[in-house]
Nanobody, 126 residues
Framework: QEQLIESGGGLVKPGDSLKLSCTPAERTASQFAMGWFRQAPGQEREFVAAITRLGDSNTVADGLRGRFTISRDNAKHTMYLQMDSLKSTDTAVYYC???????????????????WGQGTQVTVSS
């Protein structure tokens, strides 16, 4: 069972930025299509962003585009989520996910993902 290690969450003020990281513990990240999801209290888990194995294509959820950026550095076996201009509505537990996939796979639905991180809390509050 692959373990995904997340980091970078925390408490920030509206308008601040945060950068989350996610690294597979056992295998090289380049084997996986990867993504970020989040879940706010009392709400369903929702898609945030996804990226292909080589990072040559990605997608960000409507409404987050322009503030959130997904990227990866396979040399460092790490995927990132850069979050700018944070709002209180971004408060949630953020999860990274990974799926063995083809080079062109880009998954926006959680049902495609096999491995999940433990989640990192992001709280945006003044």
């Amino acid at each position: 069972q692959e373990q995904l290690i997340e980091s970078g969450g925390g408490l920030v003020k509206p308008g601040d930025s945060l950068k989350l990281s996610c690294t597979p513990a056992e295998r090289t990240a380049s084997q996986f299509a990867m993504g970020w999801f989040r879940q706010a209290p009392g709400q369903e888990r929702e898609f945030v962003a996804a990226i292909t194995r080589l990072g040559d294509s990605n997608t960000v959820a409507d409404g987050l585009r322009g503030r959130f950026t997904i990227s990866r550095d396979n040399a460092k076996h790490t995927m990132y989520l850069q979050m700018d201009s944070l709002k209180s509505t971004d408060t949630a537990v953020y999860y990274c996910a990974a799926a063995p996939a083809s080079y062109t796979s880009l998954y926006t639905e959680d049902r495609h993902y096999v491995y999940w991180g433990q989640g990192t809390q992001v709280t945006v509050s003044s």
